[in-house]
């Protein structure tokens, strides 16, 4: 046995010597034995992870979700909000989520391991701070809204492009959601103030430069009063409309105004104004103007110069002037409206000054800072809650939203109890509106309007507690309507031509050729409305500059290179020519006296027959006519000041009467040739200006706001060139319309980047329709024929013909 053992240790050794050759019969070397091996790593640990910034937010908060899973072949983010599509995400690796929050949600996040297939849920719970709140948005144009808590009405000041009652006041019962009646205003109603008996409305306007006072609920107007012309500084006798109007706590009969256009305020107690001193609210031109809140009967104050840090002014109304007692400077350099309450003045920014002293009260935690041109604030009281509301306008830029933010606060702590984000997106708000006015109202109401024309009204117990919660939303169509994307259609009848006439006893139109023109240079083609295609033509024996009919179709006057004849129809014999007229008067500048067919201005020169009866002004004047020869009015149309001259012409006689400075020109940019035309007692500018030059005032403005927020066109071409409409007039008095041949995006005045056909009611002001016309080149001008057609001429020289191009009723 020994024996044996030694010999397996001897032959274990020798092959761990590894001896070399010979030795023939030795055994094969044995490997040697294995290292051991280290031992595996351990199996993976499964991870899903989910993390939110916050478990508590406020009402349309922007939060955070951070989720990750190390190992997994699949993964889903989940929701319990109704108005989600789940799966909100399903990403394998770390993600975040960025979203608002508008209810209390539960976020469920759930993996599948790669390796067991095993899953692995994480949830997150995000609870909303803010009490219920519900809101709705109506599109139909409203301007300004009030609130009489006397009779728990709503009252809405619509503009021209409501659905509902073009430029009109309308009673809206929020409770019901009712409209119990309404009363057409005037052009643009754009703000309108309740009496704190309820007893009367007052409304101030856009586009004419008058007040008016109504009787509530039956909302009949007990006056119309106009707003005087501004009679200082270098913009003397430009028309001035209202930005801002309140009534006198106390004094039913007593309201305040401020302008839009110049620092100024006007008082009337019943029609009678009394005039802030000049100078009293500020330099001139600086814009917006003021905004107002009485602390009294007796005391308005008014808040102005807001990009200066704008000032706070005191002013006694109690005698038959405005009396300045004071002011005080505010850090508020964002526009918006004042709030008064238990005697105390408070502005969008959170300032609180005491009425009465004009110190300055502790203030709310507010900035108004100037971070874009759509930045802007508002603020709304209610003492009896102990509550203050502040809403604002801005962009947030953890995901570019941009929302209407609302606070409340305790009004004697300064507390900030409740925020809410309202995403214009949500409501379905034009991104570019800012909010214009807000108000407290009902139970548990807010009511906000916007630049666009929306009415929003927020509610619940985010307002205050115990609501009805029975707010409805204002019935009526989206405004717009009236916009056609079909060309108007038309013929061109003409290639060059200088002017053209309508004759309606013969029915027939007369255009006159232009001398350069490749055929029938310097002649008068006639044109029958049903033979358009075959036109006559008389011959003349100088260049004709322009051509006006008569009214009761007798003659033709036609003006020559410094000359003007009259001419027989239909003969087109020549029975009187005058020369030395002062030049060659183009179209527009010459103008048949109504009824006394004898009698033609020439320019500024009156003639009967031959005769001239004398001058009302000197230069460039446009003349027209009042609705009888006894009135007359010439128009300086291509210079600086676009003045009005008036006379009383009857007699015989030529007696200047008024002077009016800026009148067609101080709404529109750049003007350049401005003309206009007469219909009744008004003067229809091509600025779109309705001018009654007997009472002073303008009763209206044909203009279709921002036409980008209607599909029309975009920007650069909204708001600086499309408001008011720019072009020739042509007035249908028998059917209540106004046709304009508008342009917009010009770059001078023979030139225009898009021409549109807008219809016009001539009592409500409202659009009716709106075309794109697409003729090269500015029209110069248009007019009714046949009735139910149109002609015009462009800077160019081309004739159109546009048969029956609208079809309102």
Request: proline share 7%.
């Given at each position: ?40 790593p351990p199996p993976t640990t499964f991870v899903v992870t989910l993390t939110p910034s916050t ?64 899953t692995l849920t994480r949830t997150a719970t995000i609870a909303v701070s803010t009490p219920a ?536 940019p750049f003007p350049f040739h401005t003309g206009f035309t007469q219909s009744g007692s008004l ?127």
């Open positions: 046995m020994r024996q044996s053992v030694s010999a397996v240790c001897l032959l274990v050794l020798l092959s761990s010597c590894g001896g070399g050759g010979g030795g023939g019969g030795s055994p094969a070397p044995s490997p040697p034995p294995s290292s051991p091996q280290p031992p595996g478990t508590i937010a406020s009402y349309g908060e922007a939060i955070s979700l951070f989720y990750s899973s190390n190992d997994a072949t699949s993964c889903e983010l989940r929701s319990d909000d109704p108005d989600d599509s789940n799966p909100l995400h399903a990403p394998f690796v770390s993600s975040t989520l960025n979203r608002r929050i508008y209810r209390t949600t539960t976020f469920t996040y759930r993996c599948t391991d790669r390796n067991s297939a095993a709140l519900r809101f709705a948005a109506s599109d139909i144009g409203v301007n300004d809204v009030a609130w009489d808590r006397n009779h728990q009405v709503m009252y809405l000041a619509l503009g021209a492009r409501s659905s509902v009652a073009p430029n009109s006041i309308v009673a809206f019962d929020p409770v019901t959601g009712a409209l119990s009646g309404s009363a057409f205003a005037g052009s643009e109603p754009n703000t309108i103030a309740v009496s704190d008996d309820g007893s009367k409305l007052y409304v101030g306007f856009r586009s004419s430069n008058t007040v008016s006072r109504f009787s509530v609920p039956a909302l009949t107007r007990d006056f119309t009063a106009p707003i005087p012309m501004n009679s200082a500084g270098t913009n003397s006798g430009h028309p001035q409309f209202a930005l801002d109007i309140a009534a006198a706590p106390g004094a039913p009969g007593k309201f305040a105004v401020s302008l839009q256009t110049f620092a100024r305020m006007i008082v009337y107690d019943g029609q009678s104004p009394m005039l802030a001193p000049p100078g009293q609210l500020g330099p001139e031109i600086r814009q917006p103007g003021e905004v107002l809140a009485w602390a009294d009967s007796n005391t308005v104050l008014a808040l102005y110069d807001f990009g200066w840090g704008a000032t706070l002014a005191r002013y006694d109304t109690g005698s038959v002037t405005v009396t300045p007692q004071g002011s005080t400077t505010v850090n508020n350099r964002v526009f918006g409206m004042l709030a008064s309450d238990a005697g105390r003045i408070y502005t969008n920014c959170g300032h609180v000054i005491d009425a009465t002293t004009l110190q300055a009260l502790p203030s709310f935690a507010r900035s108004c800072p100037e971070t874009s041109p759509y930045t802007n604030a508002q603020v709304a009281t209610d003492s009896a809650n102990n509550r203050v509301f502040f809403a604002e306008r801005l962009e947030e830029a953890v995901d570019a939203s941009i929302l209407y933010k609302i606070d409340v606060y305790r009004e004697d702590t300064r507390e900030l109890l409740h925020t809410a984000r309202l995403p214009l997106s949500l409501a379905r708000i034009p991104l570019g509106s800012k909010i214009t006015n807000m108000i407290r109202f009902g139970a548990d109401g807010l009511a906000m309007t916007t630049s666009d024309g929306q009415l929003l009204i927020v509610y619940g117990e985010f307002v205050a507690a115990g609501g009805t919660n029975l707010v409805r939303v204002v019935p009526g169509e989206p405004t717009g309507g009236y916009y056609r994307a079909d060309l108007v259609q038309f013929t061109s009848v003409l290639p060059r031509a200088v002017d053209l006439a309508w004759d309606a006893q013969r029915s027939q139109l007369y255009v006159a050729v232009a001398q350069d023109a490749a055929a029938h240079a310097g002649q008068i083609a006639i044109f029958d409305p049903q033979r358009l295609d075959t036109p006559s033509y008389v011959a003349r024996p100088t260049p004709v500059h322009a051509i006006e009919v008569t009214d009761d179709g007798q003659f033709l006057y036609v003006t020559g290179t410094d000359s003007f004849e009259r001419l027989r129809l239909p003969t087109f014999a020549s029975e009187a020519l005058v020369s030395g007229v002062g030049g060659a008067w183009p179209a527009g500048f010459l103008r048949a006296a109504p009824g006394r067919p004898l009698t033609v201005a020439v320019g500024p020169v009156i003639y009967d027959d031959i005769t001239p009866r004398g001058v009302l002004s000197g230069g460039s004047m446009q003349p027209a006519w009042g609705e009888s020869a006894d009135r007359f009015y010439v128009f300086d149309s291509e210079g600086s000041g676009f003045w009005i001259d008036s006379a009383d012409t009857s007699n015989g006689g030529i007696t200047p009467l008024w002077h009016y400075d800026n009148i067609f020109s101080s709404v529109h003067l229809y500018s091509d600025t779109g200006v309705v001018f009654d030059p007997e009472a002073g005032i303008v009763t209206g403005i044909f203009a279709l706001g921002p036409l980008s927020g209607h599909g029309v066109v975009s920007v650069p071409y909204s708001m600086a060139f499309a408001t008011p409409a720019w072009g020739p007039v042509a007035i249908d008095a028998a059917r209540n319309r106004a046709y304009v041949a508008s342009c917009v995006g010009y770059t001078n005045q023979d030139d225009c980047g898009l021409n549109f056909l807008q219809v016009f009611d001539t009592r409500t002001y409202a659009p009716l329709m709106i075309s794109p016309l697409d003729v090269t080149g500015r029209v110069r001008k248009l007019i009714r024929v046949n009735e139910v057609d149109l002609a015009a001429i462009a800077f160019d020289g081309r004739v159109i013909y546009m048969p029956n191009p609208d079809s309102v009723d």
